[in-house]
């Protein structure tokens, strides 16, 4: 079951990156470890029985990156306020593709949250982060879906 929610969740993400943020990943193991990333996004799909956790790691860089291409603008134009939007709409959209492949009825989707990562702010779903992701090699975040029950 774990195996399955990752490879879904695999391609979610690489969907809704390539169309819309214009953006390729690897998928691998470069977002495990000590591999520090700067912002982390989360949404929660809710049903009656429980709620399924998608969370992103992403490095600000890439933020930027996917950002300005979902904006179409400059990276240097980018600032915090833009790539916490994109994060969100990220979240957001890769929450819609996993429910709309999952096809369970009853589901609602919650409201995305974003935050600058520091030490003290990772939660336990953040820490187990199992699907690492690359752009061009580098690593560039990981995600995590879990399910919670109620």
Known sequence: MVFEREQLLKHVISDVLETMFFSMVEF????????????GSEIHLLTHS???????RVSEEFARMITANFLGVEEN????DDMED????????????YHARVKEAG?????PRVWKIGPESMDAAQRAAELGFAFLGEPAGSAVVDYLPA
């Open 107 to 111: 589901w609602r989707l919650g409201i």
């Open 28 to 39: 691998g193991e470069c977002g495990q470890g000590d591999q520090c990333f700067d912002y």
């Open 77 to 80: 134009q980018v600032n915090d």
């Open 86 to 97: 994109s994060l969100k709409e990220l979240a957001n959209m890769v929450a819609g593709g």
């Open 50 to 56: 429980g709620r399924t956790a998608i969370s992103l």
